[in-house]
C-alpha cells in the first residue's frame, strides 16, 4: 500500500521530480512544492504519514525550525529531511528537531522509498554513519565546537585580520589607513579582499558576520600600531 506524503522543497523542479517519481512507484504525493518559510503551516494543515522536507543549509541556525513546528502540531507526521551531505552537527539538529530521519539529495529512488518506509514505521532512517556521527554529537556537544570563526579566521592574513577588526569597530577607509600608517588605497584593498575572503558584499554584513561567527574573539589583540607599508 503507498504512503501518503508530502514533497516541500524551495526548490520546484527538485520537488516535483521526486513526486512525480514517488507517484509511479504507487504512492499518494500531497503536495510537491512549497517555501521553506510556510513548509509548517502546509504540513500541519495536510498531515500526511511522511513529509519530505528539503533544505541547502542543514547547519544554518534554526534551519530545522519548521520539523520543531511539526511535530509539535502533528506528532504522528514522520519528517525526513532531504539535503546534501551533512556534517555530523547538521544531521544532530534535525533529530533533535524531532526529524526521523535525513536524505541526501543525491540518493537513488529505491533508498528514498526504503527512507519512507523505515520513517513510517517509526524506524530511524539514516545511514549508519550519519546516525553515529549525530548521535555523538548530540552525547558531546562541546567535542566538536563550530569551528566556523577558526575557519574564516584562517582565510585572513593578520593584516586583513586587523582590517577586519577596525572595519567592526566601525572605521572608514581614512581612519583605518591612519591607525595601520597605511595609503588609503592600500587600506581600501585590504577591505575589498576581506569583504570577498569571507563572502559577504559591505563592510556592515562583514561586521555582522565576524560577531555572529566568534570571530573577533578569536582574533585577539590584533592592532599593530602604525606601520611603513604604502
Do not use: W
Not at 71 to 94: D, F, S, T, Y
Not at 208 to 218: E, K, P, Q, S, V
Request: glycine letters at 10%; one cysteine or more.
Amino acid at each position: 500500500m503507498g504512503v501518503r506524503l508530502m514533497v516541500v522543497d524551495d526548490h520546484r523542479l527538485l520537488a516535483e521530480a521526486l513526486a512525480s517519481a514517488l507517484k509511479l512507484r504507487g504512492h499518494r504525493v500531497l503536495a510537491a512544492a512549497a517555501p521553506a518559510a510556510g513548509a509548517a503551516e502546509l504540513v500541519i494543515s495536510r498531515a500526511p504519514e511522511v513529509c519530505l522536507l528539503g533544505t541547502a543549509t542543514p547547519a544554518e541556525p534554526g534551519i530545522f525550525d519548521p520539523v520543531v513546528k511539526i511535530k509539535r502540531e502533528r506528532p504522528q507526521v514522520a519528517v525526513l529531511v532531504l539535503g546534501p551531505v551533512p556534517n555530523p552537527r547538521g544531521i544532530a539538529a534535525a533529530f533533535a528537531a524531532g526529524a526521523s530521519g535525513y536524505v541526501r539529495h543525491d540518493e537513488r529512488i529505491e533508498g528514498v522509498e526504503r527512507a519512507i518506509m523505515k520513517a513510517r514505521a517509526g524506524e530511524a532512517a539514516v545511514a549508519p554513519q550519519l546516525l553515529q556521527s549525530a548521535f555523538g554529537e548530540l552525547l558531546n556537544p562541546a567535542a566538536q565546537p563550530d569551528d566556523e570563526g577558526q575557519r574564516l579566521l584562517q582565510m585572513l592574513t593578520p593584516r586583513e585580520v586587523e582590517v577586519l577588526v577596525r572595519v567592526a569597530d566601525g572605521e572608514d577607509t581614512r581612519l583605518i589607513a591612519a591607525g595601520m600608517g597605511i595609503a588609503p588605497s592600500t587600506a581600501r584593498t585590504h577591505v575589498q579582499r576581506v569583504l570577498m575572503k569571507l563572502g559577504v558584499g559591505s563592510r556592515l554584513e562583514a561586521a555582522a558576520l565576524a560577531a555572529r561567527t566568534g570571530l573577533l574573539d578569536r582574533a585577539g589583540p590584533v592592532r599593530q600600531g602604525p606601520g611603513v607599508e604604502r
